[in-house]
């Protein structure tokens, strides 16, 4: 089992830039992750996915050139760093662990952490 818990959310104005954490209970070598988000009122949809050795990063349309995935094996832990934030990026933020790459749906990952909330005001 790998517990994964996420922070770092917040409530900010657009235009400004955060990172979200996700750190493992254990060794995330082996596993390709992700994030996921899911905005108010709406289904969780894919936002990032990274190869287990980070060498290979795939984006949602939506986010590409404004959000950048990455991972620390050494340390456990993914993250997101998030830049010119937009109204609609407002939504829990979710990461996850998985066992292929790219996997942009939700039954491709097995471990997922309980999320991490960001409002962005415009």
């Known amino acids: 089992q790998l517990k994964l818990v996420e922070s770092g959310g917040g409530l900010l104005q657009a235009g400004n830039s955060l990172r979200l954490t996700c750190a493992a209970s254990?060794?995330?070598?082996?596993?390709?992750m992700g994030w996921f988000r899911q905005p108010p009122g709406k289904e969780r949809e894919f936002v990032a996915a990274?190869?287990?050795?980070?060498?290979?990063?795939y984006y949602d349309e939506s986010v590409k050139g404004r959000f950048t995935i990455s991972r620390d094996n050494g340390m456990n832990t993914l993250y997101l760093q998030m830049d010119s934030l937009k109204s609609e990026d407002t939504a829990v933020y979710y990461c996850?662990?998985?066992?292929?790459?790219?996997?942009?749906?939700?039954?491709?990952?097995?471990?997922w952490g309980q999320g991490t909330l960001v409002t962005v005001s415009s």
């Open positions: 996850a662990a998985g066992s292929r790459f790219p996997a942009t749906t939700e039954r491709q990952y097995t471990y």
């Open positions: 254990g060794d995330i070598i082996a596993y390709p």
């Open positions: 990274i190869s287990w050795s980070g060498a290979s990063e």
